[in-house]
């Protein structure tokens, strides 16, 4: 394989292909879970470099079919269900977007940004900003995350409810197929009817079937004023009641509704002692809700006061504060995402990331804790997520004093069972937005319609039919 | 074919195939530029019925495969493109989708609503409504087109600014695929990252990848207000600097923004003397505005009336009138709506469905106009559209006094490459919510990048390697 790295530097420059010393930054998965072996690490510096790159992989691999190689595309690496790692066969090329960061070009008039894949998702977001508008995608990783990986996993984040996920809030993308052709489908429309929608196959497709190198995204006007708000509600039930309210009364203007456990609220107050978390120990779940207003902040507080106050009046919700100022609304927002690390300072669990309709949120959550407790004694769930969206982070953390290592070698899968299988009996995905990887591949097998996993294995097959592109990831062929 | 045809009687009743008699309703296009010839009109009942339809056919197929058997799905056949009849051969079966109407299921909590392809859009609407939610797609078509019919061809209308189109609206399928499979993806989840994007694949596609028998629709709360202005604009580019007045003022509360230029609205004069066109004479163009308000009538007039205000004074409008009620908005919208129609008893023109960036709009217009004037003294420029999605119906009527059937026969070519051409040169698309049908698929050969054609043909081969569904629309193969 060595003419192939001597092609490969030739293409993008020695200095940018890595082959020795600590390539665990591009090796190794955000969560530490898999650690590979990468043949390189290469840094192409533009669409072209990309495409030559891809079309040398693609040449090699026909003239060498049992080579084992193969391109993993990588943004910044901080996908949750392993899916831009190479694995430990040492031939694969781990292809980073990194050096593609260029913001190209904003289009005031048409409301659009056109980006390189390898542009931080953050950065994105400022450039918007600095512009006058809004990109709302927004999620914990947004520091580090790349907007290519956004699109290439179609993430999700906290503005889903109003805004929809990576996939809604992009127009056109530009593509290296994997024969090393460029697709230049940067369009800056909101209609265009000729022929079938390539932009949404590869968006989520994981790099399995090209790499984006490019997108073109909706901005939009930044809202007045962004009031947020925080309740203490009953029930699940009670949280999907307070839903509906709020888009009553807010209608586009709801632009997050988090729900929140008591008991995950309570790992935040354990482990994070200077926030302090309200309205959570009479209460078995806390809601947070934020409303971006187009038009003041008097009117948002007084449509945000009046869908409190209708709820308390129906008894969804039995407390309620909204922030006075920016930073008290931060600091309610902190505890939201300190969620995650309070738990994993309480010991590894078993993540989930699931969707069920909204209407059947309640049921699933009530049959399904009953049956963990059935199962294991003394189980603790850290439940959380956008409700809104039909998406919780349903986690499941051992027992009060038990061993978690211990506890996730012995339960983990059978706690998947349980919860997967309920998931499927309420009409749910079992990835609502951390897509499939490597990790969710077996799983997929099993809980995915067998005629939507054949129509894949088509098109995986159709469009790259010497499995260059991320094989393993997303399905399995043959 | 005659032992097809027993098994096809089989499947849904001899009543249901049909043979013979005037067949026009389903073998003519809906502006009769096309009239084919069925094999047989077949009407399933059932999402099983239309699986074992293709199934029997497929398998036919397979077994006579010079045949030249195929399949021609059609919903309220009202497509403008000629995508859902059936070519002279008399070797194509017109499964028509009529008898699949049910609404199944409507859940208020999930704001969805699960409808079969054969529902009318009015009844769809309708439906919605009565259950007390919007279901905001709404085109001229709407009493006799099927939501079937609008997810194939990914329609547009007049609420795609705030809702996007019917692939916007629309969050899971039911398909019976060309092998006679269902996949069963009628999903009610706003969130579901596992594996490739098969619903936007199945959207649009105008049946040539599968049969949607089936969709899960969003729905959204109604809002409190809806209000309608009317205002003049002296060009093109004041219309878009209102449009970005509009979208800061009024945020996602806008939900129309139709442009049209002065002869159109004189041809509404002209021919439909009871409407009373305001403020046409004195301007180039006039704009449609609704704003849809989830709060009340009082605050949706303020925000109107703020929006036209400001814009009066930065002078991008010089006269507007905001509709007093529900009357005067509806004969608003009727002079929008009477355009086509004013158009055609002016004589047949040379239509259009082109999209552009909105911040090229004017630049389109402007070169396009003149490039038409040069080319055909006289020429006759019908202008309207969705100027908020950048969709223009840029229509070419004959030079006044001059033939239309003669100017149509010598002058359609030239006028469609010169339009055509110049959509080209501003990144637009020559079919923006129409489709290909077969009336575009041999300009899309012209017009559409040769990696996304090729892209799109391997996709076509593997999901439909026989080319049973509606082949040589879209694009043709080999």
């Not at 079919?65 to 190479?86: A, E, F, H, W, Y």
């Not at 504060?321 to 920016?326: D, G, K, Q, T, W």
């Not at 399904?368 to 959380?384: E, H, W």
């Not at 899968?413 to 937005?433: K, M, P, Q, W, Y």
Request: charged share 15%; net charge negative.
């Amino acid at each position: 394989m060595q003419t192939l790295l001597s092609e490969l530097k030739a293409i993008v420059g020695a200095a940018h292909v890595l082959t020795e010393g600590d390539l665990s930054a591009w090796t190794q998965d955000w969560r530490k879970r898999s650690s590979g072996k990468a043949l390189a690490v290469v840094h192409p510096a533009s669409t072209d470099e990309v495409a030559q790159v891809v079309k040398a992989c693609a040449d090699y691999l026909t003239q060498y079919p049992d080579s084992g190689l193969s391109i993993v595309p990588q943004g910044g690496n901080t996908g949750l269900v392993v899916g831009s790692t190479p694995d430990d066969t040492g031939r694969q090329i781990v292809l980073s977007l990194q050096r593609l960061n260029a913001v190209r070009h904003i289009d005031a008039a048409n409301l659009t940004l056109t980006v390189e894949a390898g542009c931080i998702l953050q950065t994105v977001q400022e450039q918007a900003e600095a512009a006058g508008f809004w990109f709302p995608l927004s999620l914990a990783a947004e520091g580090s995350c790349t907007i290519g990986g956004n699109l290439g996993t179609n993430a999700g984040g906290t503005q889903v409810l109003r805004f929809g996920n990576a996939r809604d809030l992009c127009l056109g993308l530009e593509v290296v197929t994997p024969q090393g052709d460029i697709w230049p489908g940067l369009s800056g429309l909101r209609k265009d009817n000729t022929g079938y929608d390539l932009k949404n196959l590869y968006i989520g497709a994981e790099g399995t079937l090209g790499i984006i190198t490019a997108a073109t995204l909706k901005l939009y006007p930044q809202p007045k004023a962004q009031l947020t708000a925080w309740a203490a509600v009953p029930s699940v039930e009670a949280a999907v009641q307070l839903l509906g309210l709020a888009q009553q009364h807010l209608s586009a203007s709801l632009t997050g509704f988090e729900m929140m456990g008591q008991f995950a609220l309570s790992l935040v107050a354990r482990h994070f002692a200077n926030l302090r978390v309200p309205l959570y120990q009479s209460s078995a779940f806390c809601v947070l809700l934020e409303n971006a207003d187009a038009e003041s902040e008097a009117h948002a507080r007084a449509q945000l006061e009046g869908l409190l106050e209708a709820a308390l009046e129906e008894g969804c919700v039995t407390d309620a504060v909204v922030a006075e100022n920016l930073t008290q609304a931060h600091n309610l927002w902190q505890i939201r995402e300190s969620i995650p690390l309070a738990q994993a300072l309480e010991g590894l669990n078993i993540k989930h990331d699931i969707s069920v309709p909204v209407s059947g949120m309640a049921a699933f959550v009530a049959s399904t804790d009953k049956l963990l407790a059935q199962a294991i004694a003394g189980v603790r769930l850290v439940n959380f997520g956008h409700l809104g969206d039909g998406n919780l982070h349903y986690n499941v953390q051992a027992p009060e004093g038990q061993d978690a290592a211990v506890f996730l070698a012995e339960q983990e899968t059978r706690v998947n069972s349980i919860v997967f299988d309920a998931v499927l009996a309420h009409g749910g995905s079992i990835s609502a937005e951390h897509g499939v990887g490597s990790l969710k591949v077996d799983h997929l097998t099993h809980y995915k319609s067998p005629v939507a996993l054949h129509t894949m294995r088509a098109i995986k097959q159709a469009l790259d039919p010497h499995n260059l592109m991320n094989p393993g990831r997303v399905m399995r062929l043959g």
